[in-house]
């Protein structure tokens, strides 16, 4: 599997670090699953709100309770400002699909 280098792999990757990356790149794989199904439910919730009537799509309150409850799930190594950073940036993007089905609707 092409890491993006040119040519062979160089000899400081040792059996071990291929393996590893193998195990990362598996993980990259089901993340990206993880987080597409995540954005669809997302999308459901927006558009459960819209058909409740409920004029704002951003929900200070709910996005409050995420973030806590991924920060008390976080055992690290992650850094705890590195995983809130993360789920803002998922919560924004999450956010952007809502607007754009509302504006297609």
């Known amino acids: 599997m092409s ?3 040119a040519g062979p792999p160089s000899e400081a990757e040792t059996p071990e670090l291929v393996r590893l990356r193998h ?3 598996t993980l990259d ?20 709100k819209k058909n409740a009537g409920r004029r704002s799509v951003r929900d200070l309150e709910r996005e409050r309770e995420v ?3 991924v920060a008390l799930a976080n055992l ?30």
């Open 23 to 25: 195990r990362i790149d």
């Open 29 to 48: 794989r089901r993340i990206v699953a993880l987080l597409n199904e995540r954005a669809e439910l997302g999308r459901d919730v927006g558009r459960t």
């Open 67 to 69: 973030l806590l409850r």
């Open 76 to 105: 690290g190594p992650l850094a705890q400002a590195d995983l809130l950073a993360i789920y803002r940036r998922l919560i924004a993007a999450t956010r952007a699909l809502e607007e754009r089905d509302r504006s297609s609707d």
């Open 3 to 5: 890491r993006g280098r």
